[in-house]
């Protein structure tokens, strides 16, 4: 199995680890630390080594940050991860407070601390928080002091090894683009900008630059490292010598100089007197800090690989189509079993995630997840970003809503989907909602929309027939996706706040509308759409973008109260089945070729 069902930490990792970390905090001079939970490379998972948070509280939640003092610790965790927090930490150790009232630094400006030290690691934070964290600590009255050594890190005497997968070229008939093509383009636009070079500070940046992937990371296969990009096109790639081999050397020519991660200070060194462009939404604290004492210019902009790593090229749509396609099958194999097998009523979360990654696994070239599977039955699936272990395992019960949110990484594409299905009879409530979240993803799907419109503006078509309802959902409409790189990536989003980046032809995301009845049931609708060049309208006047689908696999057509649909949804639901059954039959056969016909059956 590639996911894993037993929650790491606990209570117990907090009483052995918390003691360690206040004898290192007395070492280092400090009366407290602030601990958030992102790591050196703001990565979405995190190395086990870089698992700190987790480690000195027994937390193991996403998302979440602590600060820790000689006599108190307090746990900050969002609404996903409040009851997890409260179960996981030691309430004689940690006080858990929810985000975002009033948050860690909201916390911390409440506090009288004249004449403390509150420690914090600059490697960890965006500069944008250092700022934030100044300014609380100035309101409680304490220095804040830049550690050199984080003090988790010293007190972690048995800390698991830092990642070595090694890092392999990935072809160009899967990129589309040369490296050296991409470092040219990247490096004529920073000429353009007025900057020397861009430091490169994510590793899906560097991914997508030099044509590489690693297996650093789980879910998403990362190379761990840095890299500084010059405006005539060459480049400095700074990697752990274990990672590299000489085909990687043979990969990436003489414009790149392969250079050990230990030598990367030399490097940013090396920009002295250099205008250097940075972002400080990815790049950490640190960066700018290392910069600054070089002496170079610093130019804050955005990520200047961000938009084009984006932008998927024909190659790079081409293989992510192939890979939905085939993504459908193992898709298509499951919702036939859970419309047969599973309807009994015994069948549970766990054995569902590991039904559906075996038909995944099946297809032969599946190279990991996307991310751990969301398996929810009825008021689990109500838990938008709930994951399924030994302790919450619960059976898919008759008369519920069952709800899966996976996806594969395969070489040409990262998929991720999400059906609802009713396991037994559904009310006619659930029918109602599951229409209206149906509604909105159909409007999603089929907008034309003018070149310059934000996910933001488009956000409210998902919501109108719920909020008709006064329903609801509290997370984002659509979210960017890779080519066999992150599951989540930016600029582009589609929510409800503002996102300045326009949607622009090649760009993947997300179509998720949901609804979620606590305690009772979860309902989300989503598939993963491109969108495509602008194309004139018959009696228009503007060239109109739209969108292209990706995925292929059937809607609940039980859970579909046709009546709730006009005219036109109705069209859509019909052209959108048939689109399925003509692209995956010809795959199938037996029992789930003829139930697939069954499923995509004109409504």
């Known amino acids: 199995m590639r996911q894993t069902f037993d929650i790491k930490g606990g209570p117990q990792d907090g009483r052995a680890h918390l003691p360690l970390l206040r004898r290192e905090?007395?070492?280092?001079?400090?009366?407290?630390?602030?601990?958030?939970?992102?790591?050196?490379?703001?990565?979405?998972?995190?190395?086990?080594a870089n698992e700190r948070l987790a480690w000195m509280s027994g937390f193991t939640g996403s998302f979440g940050s602590a600060f820790v003092f000689a006599g108190k610790a307090v746990l900050f965790a969002d609404g996903r991860y409040t009851l997890q927090a409260g179960d996981q930490t030691d309430p004689a150790l940690f006080e858990v407070v929810g985000i975002p009232d009033?948050?860690?630094?909201?916390?911390?400006?409440?506090?009288?601390?004249?004449?403390?030290?509150?420690?914090?690691?600059?490697?960890?934070?965006?500069?944008?928080?250092?700022?934030?964290?100044?300014?609380?600590?100035?309101?409680?009255?304490?220095?804040?002091?830049?550690?050199s050594e984080n003090p988790i890190d010293a007190a972690w005497t048995d800390r698991p090894p830092q990642p070595m997968a090694k890092v392999v070229p990935q072809a160009v008939k899967h990129a589309g683009v040369a490296h050296t093509d991409k470092l040219e383009a990247v490096g004529a636009q920073l000429a353009r900008d007025g900057a020397d070079a861009a430091v490169l500070t994510s590793p899906a940046s560097l991914a997508w630059a030099f044509n590489i992937r690693g297996g650093d990371v789980s879910c998403t296969p990362l190379p761990l490292g840095r890299a500084i990009l010059h405006a005539d096109g060459s480049a400095d790639l700074f990697i752990d010598e274990e990672k590299t081999d000489a085909a990687l050397r043979r990969h990436l020519g003489n414009k790149v100089t392969l250079r050990p991660l230990s030598k990367l200070d030399e490097g940013l060194k090396?920009?002295?007197?250099?205008?250097?462009?940075?972002?400080?939404?990815?790049?950490?604290?640190?960066?700018?800090?290392?910069?600054?004492?070089?002496?170079?210019?610093?130019?804050?902009?955005?990520?200047?690989?961000?938009?084009?790593?984006?932008?998927?090229?024909?190659?790079?749509?081409k293989g992510t189509t192939a890979a939905h396609a085939r993504d459908g099958i193992a898709l298509t194999k499951f919702l036939h079993w859970l419309d047969t097998e599973a309807q009994s009523g015994e069948v549970t979360e766990i054995d569902a995630v590991v039904k559906l990654e075996a038909f995944r696994e099946e297809l032969g070239n599946l190279n990991?997840?996307?991310?751990?599977?969301?398996?929810?039955?009825?008021?689990?699936?109500?838990?938008?970003?709930?994951?399924?272990?030994?302790?919450?395992?619960?059976?898919?019960?008759?008369?519920?809503?069952?709800?899966?949110?996976?996806?594969?990484?395969?070489?040409?594409?990262?998929?991720?989907v999400t059906r609802t299905v009713p396991i037994g009879t559904p009310t006619e409530e659930m029918r109602a909602n599951y229409t209206r979240v149906l509604k909105g993803h159909i409007a999603l799907a089929?907008?034309?929309?003018?070149?310059?419109?934000?996910?933001?503006?488009?956000?409210?078509?998902?919501?109108?027939?719920?909020?008709?309802?006064?329903?609801?959902?509290?997370?984002?409409?659509?979210?960017?996706?890779?080519?066999?790189?992150?599951?989540h990536e930016g600029p582009h989003r589609i929510a409800k706040p503002w996102n300045p980046v326009p949607l622009m032809p090649g760009m993947i995301?997300?179509?998720?509308?949901?609804?979620?009845?606590?305690?009772?049931?979860?309902?989300?609708?989503?598939?993963?759409?491109?969108?495509?060049?602008?194309?004139?309208?018959?009696?228009?006047?503007?060239?109109?973008?739209?969108?292209?689908?990706?995925?292929?696999?059937?809607l609940a057509r039980d859970l579909i109260d046709v009546k709730m649909l006009t005219k036109e949804e109705r069209k859509y639901v019909n052209d959108y089945h048939k689109r399925v059954l003509k692209l995956l039959s010809r795959k199938l056969d037996g029992e789930v070729k003829d139930w697939l016909k069954k499923a995509c059956a004109k409504i």
């Open 25 to 48: 905090l007395a070492r280092q001079g400090l009366d407290g630390f602030y601990v958030p939970h992102d790591d050196e490379y703001q990565n979405e998972y995190l190395p086990d």
């Open 102 to 147: 009033p948050g860690a630094f909201g916390w911390l400006a409440q506090q009288s601390l004249a004449g403390k030290k509150v420690g914090y690691d600059p490697r960890l934070m965006s500069p944008n928080d250092v700022a934030a964290l100044a300014a609380a600590a100035a309101k409680a009255g304490a220095e804040l002091v830049a550690v």
């Open 270 to 317: 090396g920009l002295s007197g250099k205008t250097v462009s940075l972002d400080p939404d990815v790049a950490s604290a640190w960066f700018f800090d290392a910069l600054k004492e070089a002496g170079a210019n610093i130019l804050r902009q955005r990520d200047p690989v961000a938009l084009p790593r984006a932008c998927k090229n024909a190659a790079e749509i």
């Open 368 to 416: 990991d997840l996307s991310f751990p599977s969301i398996s929810g039955a009825g008021p689990n699936g109500a838990l938008p970003h709930y994951r399924v272990s030994t302790a919450s395992d619960r059976k898919l019960a008759r008369g519920s809503l069952f709800l899966i949110d996976s996806g594969g990484q395969y070489l040409d594409g990262t998929t991720d």
């Open 446 to 487: 089929t907008v034309r929309f003018p070149p310059g419109t934000t996910g933001t503006h488009l956000d409210v078509l998902a919501r109108h027939a719920l909020w008709q309802a006064g329903l609801d959902y509290q997370h984002g409409t659509g979210h960017g996706v890779g080519v066999y790189l992150g599951v």
């Open 509 to 554: 995301v997300s179509n998720e509308p949901g609804f979620y009845k606590a305690g009772e049931y979860g309902i989300r609708i989503e598939n993963l759409q491109y969108v495509t060049p602008a194309e004139d309208i018959p009696g228009g006047e503007i060239a109109m973008l739209g969108f292209e689908c990706l995925t292929f696999a059937p």
